[in-house]
């Protein structure tokens, strides 16, 4: 069986389109294609069903995908043991980030990482909390760093870099509006909420409770799905929003935003690295583990 196929089912699997894995494999459509029907033809079963543009697994599908993600992982494996009898570290690294550690902490990180180790190849998903500790206790991805303690079992968390969540506003969203005392006073400000999933919601619901009311209270004008959306919103005055001072604090120094010092309590949070218990880790994943302590220990 040919690994260049398995590469190009696998893509089509996880990406549930067919140009999308081309796009990423960077191969053409019909080569993808072409690779996953030579699949098909080979096991004499079909792999996906074709609805219109959606693409699902069949029965098939699922069983050749869990088998190959196998032994992509043991490939990896050997290449990493067989680099180290090199004195190298090589292959690659499957980390993911939700949105503030993606675009706030692992970039640096990233960059003293792999002037270590520069034979090293990541591979970085960036998705909400929820969406990044699913794809750790799935096997998809071998560590993460988001923005809450995960809830779920199996998944082992190390508190790293601490943040602070701050409420702000346009300067034009707080003119010819009575001055707030607190959360309640913004009942009826416009407001920019994350969506589901996000750490950043989260942690604002317990802000919310601890204010007696909850986030079907407020004058919600837009939900978006990243922080830098919701910072941009805020800039053209659509609106109010809790978010990272991480993130916001260039545009807090430039007065761009202002901050609303109305929270009951001061609200802060750790970050966590994340990994799937009992998962036999590969020397890059390992090493990176290792890196981020010490990086955030200093």
Known sequence: MDFRKLEAFCKVYELKSFSKAGLELQ????TISAHVANLEEELGVPLFDR???TVLPTQAGEVLYRGAKQVFQQVGRINSEIGLLRDMVVGDLLLGGSTIPANYILPTLLKTFLGLYPS??????????????????????????????????????????????????????RE???????????RAWPWILRERGSGTRRYMETLL???GITIGDLAVSLWVESTEAAIQCVRAGLGLSVVSRLAAQPYLERGELVCLDILSQKLERSFYLIQRQGRELLPAASLFIEHVRNATQA
Do not use: F, W
Request: charged residues 25%; glycine residues 10%; hydrophobic residues 35%.
């Open 120 to 173: 090293l190849r990541v591979h970085m998903t960036i998705g909400d909390t929820d969406s990044i500790i699913r794809q750790v206790g799935q096997g998809r991805l071998e560590l993460g760093i988001v923005g809450s303690q995960p809830e779920q079992q199996g998944i082992a968390a190390y508190p790293l870099h601490r943040d602070e969540l701050v409420l702000v506003a346009a300067p034009c969203v």
């Open 209 to 211: 409770k601890a204010s």
């Open 51 to 53: 609805l219109g543009r």
């Open 27 to 30: 191969l053409s459509q019909p």
């Open 176 to 186: 010819g509006r009575p001055e707030p005392k607190n959360l309640r006073d913004l």
